[in-house]
């Protein structure tokens, strides 16, 4: 025997089928051979098949152990079931079943392992339904100890913890291998159904049972044994086996599934898929399921919801099973259950989008979108959630946030609006307020007239708070409102009043948050985000729509006079400490229009460019191609000038990658033919990163303004040459330098060989 354990072990395929279809088989009829003998060899086969990753392999083992306990069965004078061999195989399987939970839960590639142990469990399954009785095998221990590993087995196999990347292929194989083996001893298929009801009723975890479910259920689904033309189509024989049992099945749903005090993984509730989609109605549903789904709403809202996001679900199957052909359906599909149960659903959904656990939130969600409701069945919701709505009982951040995006979901009317109003002023978190703002702006495009009042007290609420973060997290919702293109707050229509009125009631406030912002921006991130919220609104507001109280508080304001200033203290925008991605849109704000003359200051110039400088370092180049564009609109050599510095200034500390040069001149952010008596020091700026003679940024560049490098060098030749050369004495930019030598050589070898042998 240690012999033949050691052949069916070899790594040789051709060993082993030698030794599989030869010596296993003549072993195993001899009739010398004893039980115990068999059953040695049984275990020695069950420990070499997950090693098998070949088919013809694993066929081979599969017939040599189903002849060994086909040949127990009719030497031994007791049942299959009851004997020594099918036990220690049972219990063989169960510790293989063991050892590959504990390495799943390291190793995820195991999981195909399962698969092929899976392959024997159902041979075992079927060749002892063949052999005995039903009576005895309700009679055997052993019988509902290989409905265990089963479901064990089925339990890994579908853990989505343990996936594998094609897991469909798994799944499709266990399911083509587990309905095979089932259709053949269909007479046992309500054996099955009462032995897995009765682990159920005594497993300590029921679901674990109800995981072997599935497969009985495909079995009855697709059975075809004669007066069935095609799989799937209601007969006298598995749909009528599956009819029969539907109370019973229902009654496990229930007691198991809806019933659980925890919360089930949805591959439990796929086990009961096709019985659902064929079989119950919605009057079994309202009269079996519903009352126990309300019990269990009450104490476990996410399960009662998962259950109700699977009685939703769209009445299809999944990809591996479709494989199998298109499954017959009747006139009573779950497609039925979703029309029917639609509004009894939608009750859930605001009771569970306002809990304090995320885990119920997200499933309400999940349903919310499942039942994909009608505009009519979504008024209907609205009016539910507004009428049981009370705001201050909702306590947590995450409550409200949750609120705000299912009335994002829902029709937009002037109650809703008001709504969010009250919760905008009861807002005490920047998290809700950055979701209930701009949903509440959106209400107010759709009816302004009746909602300007209640917006303004809202928002000034906002405005006046102590709290520096409500503050920036409002004023920064507000930004796009103000400066979108064209402005959502101010459109050109009768109606421009009420919104004119707004604006010169909010403005006040937002100027006392740019004075508050701006007093504080070098200390927190907030601050500096309020100060810039706060300037890029005022600068964006219509003035000519200003009372003149408004016109006078905005001229005795510092900041607004000069924005741009360096002394006597730097402005918050050139205050290097100050860091916000919010800066750059100010700046681009200001250079695009009478601010720009302010850089004639040196300082102020200086102070700019030190600024772009760190937020180049930490946003990357790409934002600061806006200043370059602004400025290059008013004065092309400055933004020249700023683009050479950044480059210079960021050697080292910025890669290549993240300041990428072309980037300032392509899809026209600056006009490359504005630099004819600049261009020289471009080729040495472009090469202030170490690139190779052929491709070279310079190249890009030109080729970006669809300018051809190699005419624009020969014919400038000089001016390029003397650029390298004063370039060359300096020791920062020398090596610059010599690669800007290298590529005006390659772009005009002549012009630059004649000009060096003249300048020898």
Not at 175 to 195: D, K, M, Q, R
Not at 491 to 502: N, T, W
């Amino acid at each position: 025997m240690g012999r033949t354990r050691a052949l069916l072990q070899s790594r040789s395929p051709k060993v082993r089928t030698q030794n599989l279809t030869i010596d296993v088989p003549v072993m195993a009829g001899d009739p010398d051979v004893t039980s115990e003998q068999r059953t040695e060899l049984v275990l020695a086969l069950i420990d070499a098949y997950p090693l098998y990753r070949d088919r013809p392999s694993r066929h081979l083992l599969q017939g040599a152990a189903d002849s060994i306990l086909r040949l127990e069965a009719e030497k031994s004078p007791r049942a299959l079931v009851s004997t020594e061999l099918f036990k220690q195989a049972v219990e063989n399987l169960g510790e293989k079943v063991d050892e590959f939970g504990e390495v799943l839960s390291k190793q995820r590639g195991e999981q195909r392992m399962c698969a092929r142990l899976y392959e024997l469990a159902c041979m075992a399954l079927r060749r002892v339904m063949q052999a005995d009785t039903e009576a005895a095998l309700r009679e055997s221990e052993n019988w509902t100890q290989l409905i265990l590993v089963h479901a064990r087995l089925c339990d890994l196999i579908f853990d989505p913890e343990h996936e594998v990347r094609d897991v469909w292929r798994v799944h499709y194989a266990c399911a083509s291998i587990a309905v095979n083996a089932i259709s053949s001893v269909y007479e046992g298929i309500p054996l099955l159904f009462g032995t897995i009801g009765e682990l159920a009723a005594q497993l300590p975890t029921p679901k674990l049972a109800l995981a072997a479910l599935e497969w009985p259920i495909d079995a009855c689904l697709y059975l075809r044994v004669g007066k069935e033309h095609e799989r799937g189509m209601p007969g006298p024989i598995g749909r009528k086996l599956l009819h029969d049992s539907k109370d019973y099945l229902l009654n496990l749903f229930v007691a198991h599934i809806v019933c659980s005090q925890a919360v089930l993984p949805s591959r439990y509730l796929r086990a009961f898929r096709g019985f659902f989609r064929t079989e119950v109605s919605v009057t079994d549903v309202e009269q079996s399921v519903l009352p126990q789904m309300d019990n269990t709403f009450s104490r476990s809202s996410e399960q009662a919801l998962r259950v109700a996001i699977f009685l939703a679900s769209d009445a299809r199957y999944p990809e591996y099973m479709g494989k199998r052909g298109s499954l017959q359906r009747d006139s009573v599909v779950l497609g039925d259950l979703k029309r029917g149960l639609t509004l009894h659903f939608t009750k859930m959904i605001y009771p569970s989008i306002i809990s304090t656990d995320p885990g119920t939130r997200d499933a309400a969600f999940s349903l919310f979108k499942e039942l994909g409701l009608s505009e009519n069945e979504k008024d209907k919701l609205l009016s539910s959630v507004l009428r049981d709505v009370h705001l201050e009982d909702i306590a947590q951040p995450e409550q409200r946030q949750s609120l705000c995006e299912l009335l994002e979901r829902l029709p937009k009317t002037v109650e809703s609006m008001e709504t969010l109003c009250d919760l905008v002023t009861l807002e005490h978190q920047p998290e809700p307020l950055d979701i209930a703002l701009p949903l509440l702006l959106n209400h107010v495009e759709r009816h302004e007239k009746e909602s300007i009042a209640k917006l303004e007290s809202a928002l000034l609420t906002k405005l006046d708070s102590e709290d520096p973060k409500i503050r920036a997290a409002t004023l920064a919702k507000l930004v796009f409102p103000f400066c979108g293109y064209p402005s959502h707050l101010f459109p050109r229509e009768a109606s421009q009043y009420k919104r004119v009125h707004l604006m010169n009631q909010l403005l006040p406030a937002v100027e006392a948050c740019l004075m508050l912002g701006a007093s504080n921006a070098y200390r927190t991130s907030d601050a500096a985000l309020e100060a810039c919220a706060a300037l890029r609104i005022i600068l964006h507001a219509p003035k000519e729509f200003c009372t003149a109280k408004v016109a006078r508080i905005l001229c005795d304001n510092p900041i607004l006079q000069q924005p741009l200033q360096a002394k006597p203290t730097p402005s918050f925008l050139l205050d290097t400490r100050v860091y916000h991605p919010m800066i750059v849109d100010v700046l681009f704000d200001l250079l695009s229009g009478e601010s720009v003359h302010a850089l004639q200051d040196p300082e102020v110039k200086d102070l700019l460019f030190q600024q772009m400088r760190k937020q180049v370092c930490i946003h990357g180049g790409t934002c600061a191609t806006r200043i370059a564009g602004a400025l290059h609109l008013e004065n092309p050599s400055l933004a020249a000038e700023f683009i050479n510095y950044l480059a210079w200034s960021v050697k080292g500390v910025v890669p290549a990658s993240e300041f990428r040069l072309p980037l300032f001149f392509a899809d026209g952010v600056v006009d490359f033919g504005c630099y004819k008596e600049w261009l020289p020091k471009m080729i040495v700026t472009a090469h202030i990163w170490a690139e190779t003679p052929q491709t070279s940024m310079f190249e890009e560049v030109c080729n970006a303004e669809y300018v051809d490098a190699r005419q624009e060098v020969s014919s400038r030749v000089d001016e390029y040459l003397a650029e390298i050369d004063a370039a060359s004495r300096d020791p920062i930019r020398a090596e610059a330098a010599a690669a800007a030598y290298q590529t005006a050589m390659r772009l005009a070898p002549e012009a630059v060989l004649s000009r060096t042998k003249r300048r020898l």
